[in-house]
């Protein structure tokens, strides 16, 4: 299973459920779209969890390249 990380503390999120959504015996309810952070108690759209990957992923790959960049000079 793939580990969420939160944006604000970089803990492990876990799925949120809201109190809004009851559960009725016998029929599937809709996954939750929510995270939450056990840690700093933070709350997230799955949305946002991707732009903060997608930020993360793309400062890592610009300080990659400056590292190449500067070990070749």
């Known amino acids: 299973m793939i580990q969420r ?3 604000e503390c970089s803990s ?5 459920r809201r109190t809004d959504q009851k559960l ?14 056990s840690v ?10 991707r732009e ?3 930020a993360r992923s793309q400062s890592s790959n610009h300080r990659a390249n400056s590292a190449n960049l ?3 000079a």
Do not use: D, K, Y
């Open 40 to 49: 700093c108690g933070g709350e997230f759209t799955t949305e946002q969890i």
């Open 12 to 16: 492990e999120l876990v799925r949120a």
């Open 52 to 54: 903060s990957n997608r």
């Open 24 to 37: 009725v015996p016998g029929m599937a309810h809709a996954a939750s779209s929510g995270w939450r952070c």
């Open 70 to 72: 500067i070990g070749s």
């Open 5 to 7: 990380q939160c944006p």
